[in-house]
């Protein structure tokens, strides 16, 4: 079997895209620290899969073991990294957590890779990197704006090492920039797995839904919208893994067009927080109590995604609506409630 490296893979995103490669035939390594997740999401990928992907607990700054990794796994046909630190507001307050954890584990990752002759890689960026349009919807042409974070400005600075790497190397790389990615595997056994108050909007929802957390506060409502709630792209979170299975087979089936591309993920259609707050309550038959708040310092007031090139270029498009999402993310919450990890 064709064996793909994914780090951070018992992450959020990453553990949907471990499914979804091992429902594809192919042999996963996980590589994570576990900073920001919880090692029991491996046995609820094999409950999905019935497979145990190989597991490796490292720290990717740890540029000793990282090379040791591939010097023994040496037929690894590609990496998809998706281990970073993510959190908007913690970077403001630690940037140079961020900058060393992202930056330096990605350097750590390149030198490997190049060691090793594995040249294909997927990397997880984010639309964060436009900031806040002119224009929309929001192309991968689009400039790319002063980050509003230090996050934001560790996916901007990653794109270009990557970038820089694809032209001095044999690396091919595919960007992907998510929108906002919600909801749950469609069993129920993984999810979004918060690590105190969640700052994304639907986790909040589902935990104060579950009576975990208090009313949810609607960080605006004046903002220049049609409800005067910001606008964004929710794309459920299985859709996005399969985009990651696209792109790496783009670049293993030799059909880059060039060594370094980039792609939005989004489903091309912005939602208000009031439209999601509302979509959630039809799906669910569940009442989420809220009250609306200050503005959100570094909140913009709409994007979302033109998905042309990655419809027609990479060849995949988003299924699954906004209201199937919200629903999977509230089984996903009832199941976390009911102790299932
Ligand atoms: C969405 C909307 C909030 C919580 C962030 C990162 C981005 C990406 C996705 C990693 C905003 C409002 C939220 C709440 C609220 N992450 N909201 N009350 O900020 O668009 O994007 O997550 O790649 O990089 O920036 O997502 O879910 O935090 O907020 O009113 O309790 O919901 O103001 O308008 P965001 P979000």
């Not at 999401?41 to 409950?47: F, G, H, Y």
Request: contains cysteine; glycine residues 8%.
């Amino acid at each position: 079997m064709t064996k793909i490296l994914v780090t951070g893979g018992t992450g959020y995103i990453g553990s949907h895209t471990v499914v979804e490669l091992q429902q594809s035939g192919y042999e996963v390594l996980i590589i994570d620290n576990l900073a920001n997740s919880n090692i029991k999401i491996l046995d609820q990928i094999t409950k999905i899969t019935g497979k145990r992907p190989e597991f490796f607990q490292m720290d990717l700054c740890d540029r000793e073991k990282v090379f040791d990794f591939f010097s023994k796994q040496n037929d690894i046909a590609g990496a998809i990294h998706f281990a970073a630190y993510k959190a908007v507001g913690e970077s403001s307050e630690f940037p140079l957590k961020y900058y060393k954890n992202n930056l330096f584990s990605l350097v750590n990752l390149l030198e490997a890779m190049d060691k090793a002759g594995c040249n294909n890689l997927v990397f997880s960026s984010s639309c964060t990197v436009y900031g806040q349009p002119d224009v929309l919807p929001v192309t991968e042409d689009a400039p790319v704006q002063k980050a509003e974070s230090p996050y934001g400005n560790t996916k901007q600075i990653s794109e270009e090492i990557i970038f820089d790497q694809s032209k001095t190397s044999d690396l091919k790389a595919i960007s992907l920039r998510y929108f906002n990615p919600i909801g749950a595997h469609e069993t129920a056994l993984i999810g979004e797995l918060p690590i105190g108050v969640p700052s994304n909007l639907v986790p909040f929802i589902t935990q104060s839904a579950i009576g975990k957390r208090g009313k949810l506060k609607v960080w605006g409502n004046d903002y220049n919208t049609p409800d005067g709630t910001p606008i964004r792209d929710y794309i459920h979170v299985v859709d996005l893994a399969k985009a990651h299975l696209v792109a790496l087979e783009r670049m293993t089936n030799n059909k880059s067009e060039d060594q370094y591309e980039v792609f939005n993920l989004g489903t091309g259609k912005g939602n208000s927080v009031l439209d999601v707050i509302l979509t959630f309550q039809k799906a669910t038959e569940v009442n989420v109590d809220y009250e609306i708040a200050q503005r959100r310092p570094g909140d913009i007031v709409q994007v979302w995604a033109d998905t042309r090139k990655a419809n027609e270029v990479l060849g995949w498009k988003t299924n699954l609506e906004l209201d199937v999402a919200l629903k999977s993310a509230w089984e996903w919450e009832k199941n976390l409630a009911q102790g299932i990890l």
